[in-house]
């Protein structure tokens, strides 16, 4: 597992910049974000995980992964209907999920142009996937792409690690989580990384 190049600059930055989220990035010295590079893999896993707790989200997630086997579109389109429901899916999910394989299928979805494209206009192309919203667009954006500066504001955790670390009344409005990021830029990825990690003692993936 490598670590994104940018990652060892970006913790000296904010370490710098912040000494409140610098004590939590020293708590962690050792640990860093890593993509598993593979685009459905991380938008089904980031569609799973849409409103329910990270623990939650890892059952439903391990369950899943061992109904299909591989985790891959055409595997999830071939799984049944109540194979899937079993998996602590909800109709909703399903559908989302299915609609992301027919994307990929179809060539709907085409990663492979996203490399010169600016963090807005993946997010715009993904959004047009049913299931797809900001938040999963952003966590793509995070987990897969490894793009630096991604502020996902609507990221209940995130909000919360913020006001833990400042001692601010839970919770701030999306409004002003965005102006209190833009002392993170660039790195905002690397911020958002390490305040879901002071919430929780295991990493965060997609």
């Given at each position: ?32 974000l ?18 329910i ?101 609507d ?7 913020i ?39 295991i990493?965060?993936?997609?």
């Amino acid at each position: 597992m490598k670590k994104p190049f940018f990652w060892e600059k970006a913790k000296k930055v904010l370490i710098s910049h912040d000494p409140k989220l610098g004590k939590i990035i020293k708590s962690y010295h050792k640990d860093f974000l890593f993509s598993k590079s593979d685009p459905f893999y991380t938008l089904a896993r980031a569609i799973i995980g849409q409103q329910i707790s990270v623990k939650a989200a890892q059952a439903v997630w391990n369950r899943f992964e061992n109904k299909v086997k591989k985790v891959n579109p055409e595997n999830t389109l071939k799984a049944h209907y109540m194979s899937l429901k079993a998996c602590g899916l909800s109709r909703q999910k399903i559908s989302y999920l299915r609609s992301l394989s027919s994307g990929f299928v179809n060539k709907q979805i085409n990663p492979n142009k996203w490399k010169n494209y600016s963090d807005e206009e993946i997010i715009n192309e993904l959004i047009k996937i049913k299931g797809v919203g900001r938040w999963t667009a952003e966590m793509f954006l995070i987990f897969n792409l490894c793009r630096p500066d991604v502020f996902p504001a609507d990221d209940l955790g995130l909000i919360k690690g913020i006001c833990n670390c400042y001692n601010l009344k839970y919770p701030i409005s999306k409004e002003r989580a965005i102006k209190i990021s833009k002392k993170w830029k660039p790195w905002r990825s690397v911020a958002t990384w390490y305040f879901w990690r002071s919430l929780d003692p295991i990493p965060v993936e997609y």
